[in-house]
């Protein structure tokens, strides 16, 4: 893998800064009074529209866009380094990243855009939720199919460079 190529692994440890700032600021905003106080009126942590923001948004941006963004990365700069073998497709190393970049976000903003309307309407107007709550599911099976192709592209090229014979 040529320095070129590796810099272009550089925009997966961003996105994984990115995404673990995002969470902490997050996280440090969840727990002061007045929002931890809301949250738990709408049901956070365990059902409702708040479990939509505490703990799926939160952990998901943590996990899924902080350190899997990083293991991805890092899984492709090390890869050839360890195995001997030249990545198998650039383009996939691309192509996983963006179906990921697109599968997080889309997600962490769909929890947070659902976790407040559904809870602003939990309490101001409970007949609408159902209404609110119908388009969730669209959203968030586009966003889920995103990651998954996402993970799926990476564990092809992965597989793909471990079973191929160039070296």
Request: glycine share 10%; aromatic share 16%; charged share 5%.
């Amino acid at each position: 893998m040529s320095p070129t190529n590796n810099q272009s692994l550089v925009k997966f440890v961003l996105v994984s800064a990115l995404s673990l700032f995002i969470g902490a600021c997050h996280g440090m905003l969840q727990v002061f009074p007045p929002i931890r106080a809301w949250l738990d009126s709408i049901g956070s942590p365990y059902g409702g529209p708040g479990h939509m923001i505490d703990p799926l948004a939160h952990a998901h941006m943590n996990l899924v866009g902080g350190l899997v963004m990083l293991a991805m990365g890092v899984t492709y700069y090390l890869l050839p380094l360890f195995s001997g073998k030249h990545l198998y497709s650039q383009k996939l190393v691309g192509f996983s990243f963006w179906f990921m970049l697109f599968g997080v976000y889309g997600f962490y903003i769909t929890q947070m855009v659902f976790g407040f309307w559904e809870g602003y309407l939990m309490l101001n107007d409970a007949p609408a939720m159902a209404h609110a709550h119908h388009y969730y599911g669209p959203i968030v099976a586009i966003d889920g199919t995103c990651m998954a192709t996402g993970f799926t592209i990476y564990f092809v090229n992965i597989v793909r460079t471990l079973l191929s014979k160039r070296t």
